[in-house]
């Protein structure tokens, strides 16, 4: 068993150090925001990233693999609101730059509660969450072990190792926090960010698994 969680951990570290989704939104609201509300995204990322695994362990996810339509369903959802998210952050960098400050003014008043809300949805709406886990899976689970026992231990090891990950990203663009707080920056950050949010959106719209 501790071999198996080791040789899962060695590949889940490789793919969670690979930039995508989940990085840019943390990074950007390390950039954007504050540490809070950097940390609050890379927990809900975390939390949806958990939920996936216990459920792919107890064979949930089985039915977005035997099913064409609630993998489509789920695939349209998360495909709209990545869409929609990213156009938001693009439409607010666009901004005049008092517009820009107000609307951040907005955002930060949410909270913490948002931050994790915003992470949870953007990985709980991803089918290809669930699927990466139904395939990876089995082939670390030891033969007689607890499926659902050995799957959320997984699931865990690839939880920390994100939150490593995004650990290392937070304090690193905090080192930078000045340069990054100018308003030029900020609004690149998430007409950047927002552009990566459509296209992620649009892959997952005409992905044909």
């Not at 064409?68 to 929609?84: C, D, Q, S």
């Not at 290392?168 to 920056?185: M, P």
């Amino acid at each position: 068993m501790l071999h198996a969680l080791l040789s899962f951990a060695v590949v889940a570290g490789l793919l969670t150090v690979v930039p995508g989704l989940d990085t840019a939104l943390v990074l950007r609201a390390a950039v954007g925001r504050d540490r809070r509300y950097a940390f609050a995204t890379a927990v809900g990322v975390g939390s949806g990233t958990l939920i996936w695994g216990v459920a792919a362990a107890a064979g949930i996810t089985v039915l977005l693999s035997a099913s064409e339509m609630a993998y489509t369903a789920l695939r349209i959802v998360g495909a709209i609101y990545l869409v929609w998210m990213g156009l938001g952050m693009v439409r607010g960098a666009l901004r005049r730059r008092g517009a820009a400050v107000g609307a951040e003014t907005v955002e930060v008043s949410g909270g913490v509660v948002r931050a994790w809300a915003r992470g949870l949805g953007t990985n709980l709406l991803n089918p290809k969450v669930g699927v990466f886990y139904m395939a990876m899976l089995p082939q670390f689970i030891p033969a007689g072990s607890s499926h659902l026992l050995m799957g959320t231990a997984m699931a865990t090891v690839h939880n920390i190792e994100g939150l490593i990950w995004f650990t290392a990203i937070i304090c690193a663009a905090g080192f930078a926090r000045t340069w990054l707080n100018r308003d030029g920056v900020r609004r690149a950050s998430d007409a950047i960010t927002g552009t990566v949010l459509v296209a992620f959106g649009l892959d997952l719209a005409f992905d044909r698994r």
